[in-house]
């Protein structure tokens, strides 16, 4: 079935450092592929997300490509804040009645 | 605000006992969501409605129901409920359509003593 694999927490960075959450995804047909950011005491927001393949999302600086030859959609940004401190999620929806697929979620701590 | 209304914010409950969550999705979505997120199993898909009607069934417990109304509210039922039932609660709305995602509400927090 389809699934979604990202790289284990947690992941502590310096502020301004380099960011890169890695996912990869199993499915049949095409995806459509998105990042999820859950703060401290909240529910999940969307945070970007991609429909076909070689699209980019971005938002708020951060930035991820959908690769459908290597089944990868990586989360980047190139300076993190405190602020991005949270848990994200990548996730897919396969088309079956817009259900989306949650990964595990990688927990990512920024250091002043 | 994501326009998803999540009520209550936080339930504590004995074991044994029954509670409903409360769900009113966006402004024009038909679909509405279930999940459970708990440290050790994480996000859980628990089953999801369309206009009033059950779509699709995740790792949804007999002892948990759900149903929609015809305002598009949904509500949980969580019963005979045991420890290990505690958890957040999140429930989400969408637009028909796999490229449009969800919009989260900010969650029940059950806590069962």
């Known amino acids: 079935g389809n699934s979604v694999t990202q790289m284990e927490g947690p992941v502590t960075l310096s502020e301004e450092a380099f960011l890169t959450i890695n996912c990869t995804y199993t499915?049949?047909?095409?995806?459509?592929l998105f990042w999820y950011v859950q703060y401290p005491g909240e529910g999940l927001q969307l945070l970007l997300k991609?429909?076909?393949?070689?699209d980019k999302g971005s938002n708020k600086g951060f930035e991820a490509t959908y690769r459908k030859e290597t089944t990868s959609f990586h989360l980047e940004k190139g300076s993190v804040q405190v602020s991005d401190s949270a848990v994200y999620f990548c996730?897919?929806?396969?088309?079956?009645?817009?259900?989306?697929?949650f990964g595990p979620g990688t927990s990512l701590s920024v250091i002043p | 605000d994501s326009g998803v209304t999540q009520t209550p914010k936080h339930l504590i409950t004995a074991t044994g006992q029954r509670v409903t969550l409360r769900c009113s999705p966006r402004?024009?979505?038909?679909?509405v969501y279930w999940y459970q997120q708990s440290l050790d199993q994480g996000l859980q898909f628990l089953i999801q409605?369309?206009?009033?009607?059950?779509?699709a069934k995740g790792n949804i417990l007999e002892r948990f129901s759900a149903q929609q109304f015809p305002d598009l509210h949904s509500e949980l039922n969580l019963s005979s409920l045991e420890l290990g039932d505690s958890a957040l609660y999140f429930c989400?709305?969408?637009?028909?359509?796999?490229?449009?995602?969800?919009?989260f509400g900010s969650g029940t927090r059950l806590t069962v003593v």
């Open positions: 991609a429909t076909k393949a070689d």
């Open positions: 409605y369309y206009n009033g009607e059950e779509r």
């Open positions: 996730a897919l929806s396969d088309g079956s009645y817009d259900k989306v697929i």
């Open positions: 989400a709305s969408s637009v028909e359509g796999r490229s449009y995602g969800y919009t």
């Open positions: 402004s024009g979505d038909l679909s």
């Open positions: 499915a049949t047909g095409y995806p459509s």
